[in-house]
């Protein structure tokens, strides 16, 4: 299959920012929500949440396409797309799940969305970081040398400690 792009950018790259942006700040006005009781708050997280389900489809799509052309002899890189995919699909799953029970509750959201949109948060970051590993560790469509290659890095805090348990945790599924 070839690859998807849009204006010379990756598909895939260009759709998912906005099911991370639109699902990351659901759990924001949930909790905003159960702090005041104010509907507003509870009725910005369904429709964000339900903007982030219908973004987070396309952006599978595109990304779907962008790991068929992943060569079978790349196994590390294919390791981080399986849990890049494999967590993309749990968060899918979470934020249907949740987008139905505020469907079908009075309130359109409490403590069962906000858990839900809380946890779809926590698999939307370990997702990025394995997307990040995707691009800055394989290449992954990533078109000739960086510029800023030689640019010194600066780190957070604990982030060795993050990279570890990620690696760790992939490696143990794979």
């Not at 403590?111 to 370990?126: H, M, Q, T």
């Given at each position: 299959m070839p690859r998807l792009t849009v204006a010379g950018h990756p598909l895939h790259a260009v759709l998912s920012d906005w099911p991370v942006a639109l699902l990351s700040t659901v759990s924001v006005f949930d909790a905003l929500y159960l702090q005041t009781r104010k509907m507003s708050y509870a009725k910005t997280a369904q429709y964000l949440q339900t903007g982030g389900l219908f973004a987070g489809l396309l952006a599978a799509l595109a990304g779907v396409a962008e790991y068929t052309t992943i060569p079978d002899r790349h196994r590390e890189l294919k390791s981080d797309a399986n849990m890049h995919a494999i967590l993309n699909i749990g968060v899918m799953g979470l934020t249907g799940l949740s987008v139905y029970v505020r469907k079908k509750g009075q309130v359109?959201?409490?403590?069962?969305?906000?858990?839900?949109?809380?946890?779809?948060?926590?698999?939307?970051?370990?997702?990025?970081?394995?997307?990040?590993?995707?691009?800055?560790?394989h290449g992954m469509r990533v078109k000739g040398v960086s510029p800023v290659e030689d640019t010194p890095e600066l780190e957070i805090p604990m982030s060795n400690r993050v990279s570890h348990a990620l690696s760790s945790f992939s490696s143990r599924l794979a």
């Open positions: 359109p959201s409490g403590k069962l969305p906000f858990l839900l949109s809380f946890v779809s948060s926590l698999g939307l970051l370990a997702s990025a970081w394995y997307g990040g590993e995707m691009v800055y560790r």
